[in-house]
């Protein structure tokens, strides 16, 4: 069936075509879908943007951006199929008469994906333009790029008009975190196995750390994250996306709705946060400056155009309660920021420690088991255990020491192209399939419980935490962890 589906001709409409996303990831994404024949030869690629362009000097301007972004060279005879399917349509998003421009270049009557890589504000605006140019269809598919507002009330406004137009089952809410290998293969890793599906609840692990660090600062983009901050550019989606398929319950199936059910679910056992414990579940930062892999950065502060009385948050840590049976007692700690020591996103799975030590004579205190599954850069998946030394000893004790048990995705799967998380989920929408996609109410009820963290920071009226950049963050974070006897994992990738 995915084969199938996988060569339905297509006419895709690429909204923005002209901004960042879409030139670092979406055409370079659609040309290696190409690569892997996987896109019909009757498939289009329609870009859409207000300037005036030919085709020809859009189809020069998308090669160059297919060479910049992609990491090997280009394939000339892929390129050559490639740059067939391309057209450009001038239109302004916001005004409906326009949108005819593009109408020419579709076929009546097949599936067309509309993905709106712009921003949420003229969702709206972009799904009247379309209405009017009467290319609507049940047959058409709409992806929605984040951030769905910035708050509940604004994302049931954008969700709203969105749906005016377009049912459920036609709405792929984007989250580019879902598609990397190593998320999908929680589930693989979780229902697969058995040594970890009947030891996956608060009788044998101790809690769970979520990370995802940048090294980077706002790379230019100062207007927009001081008003959308860490909380919601990075917690609202991403972390809490990853809490949902590390903690949910199995699902019936591996249908979309069964699996975001499980996901919803989790959402709605999340312990509220606000005003009255804040201060002992949350820590935030923002960053001065300081060095970053020995490279002098400035302060978000001193960054250009900056407001330098700006409260916005660069750093998050958080301690989630799941009030639920499976993970009672178990804690969830997340930590995001920028300008931290390397780039890298992880999951640290912490089992409990062995209620008996037989070897305190040469290990005093066993350490606990970990699981890591390492999101970026070095996909994976590593199990710490306690291992006996090699050799001989006077006394007849055992030596131990942890060993890892690593799998590399790139050493184990040697000669294979690890797949852009984007061509996963650009693939995904083409065959119709909607479990990599968040649905409404997931984004509803992550909204209303960041929503209260939120507003329990604004009432305090405090300013962030400052931490040094290249460093793990406020001394703050450390002492969430230490209260209760435990600390952050630091990944290799961030030590110096």
Known sequence: MVLENSFEPCDFVLFGTKGDLARRKLLPSLYQLEKAKLMHADSTIIGVARNEQTDSEYIAMVKENVEMFTKEPLCEETWKRFSSKLAYACVDMKNPKGYSAFKAHSKTGRLM?????????????????????????????VVLEKPIGHDLASSKVINDQVAEFFDETQIYRIDHYLGKET??????????????????????IDH???????????????????????MRDMVQNHLLQILTLVAMEPPANLDADSIRDEKLKVLKCLRPINSSNMREKTVRGQYVGGFVKGKEVPGYLDEPDANVSSKTETFVAIKVELDNWRWAGVPFYLRTGKRLPGKTSEVVIFFK???HNL?????????????????????????????????????????????????????TFKGERIADAYEKLLLEVMLGNQALFVRRDEVEAAWKWVDGILDAWRSSNEPPEPYQAGTWGPTESIALMARENRSWYESKIGKK
């Not at 600062?217 to 959308?228: Q, V």
């Not at 970990?370 to 291992?387: A, F, S, Y």
């Open 113 to 141: 994906v509309c993905y709106f890589a712009t921003p949420p504000s003229i969702f709206g605006d972009i799904c009247r333009g379309l209405k009017a140019a009467n290319v609507i269809t049940k047959n058409m598919r």
């Open 359 to 411: 070897f305190k004579d040469s290990f005093p205190q066993l350490p606990p088991n970990k699981l890591t599954i390492r999101l970026q850069p070095d996909e994976g998946v590593e199990v710490t255990v306690m291992n006996k030394v090699p050799g001989l000893t006077s006394t007849g004790s055992m030596d131990l020491q942890k060993s890892r048990l690593n799998l590399s995705f790139s050493e």
């Open 353 to 355: 420690r062995q209620p």
């Open 208 to 230: 769970v750390q979520i990370s995802v660090a940048e090294s980077v600062g706002i790379e230019g983009r100062w207007g927009y994250f001081d008003e959308a901050g860490q």
């Open 183 to 204: 998320v999908l293969n929680l589930i693989a890793l979780r229902f697969a196995n058995s040594i970890f599906a009947t030891n996956w609840d608060h009788n044998c």
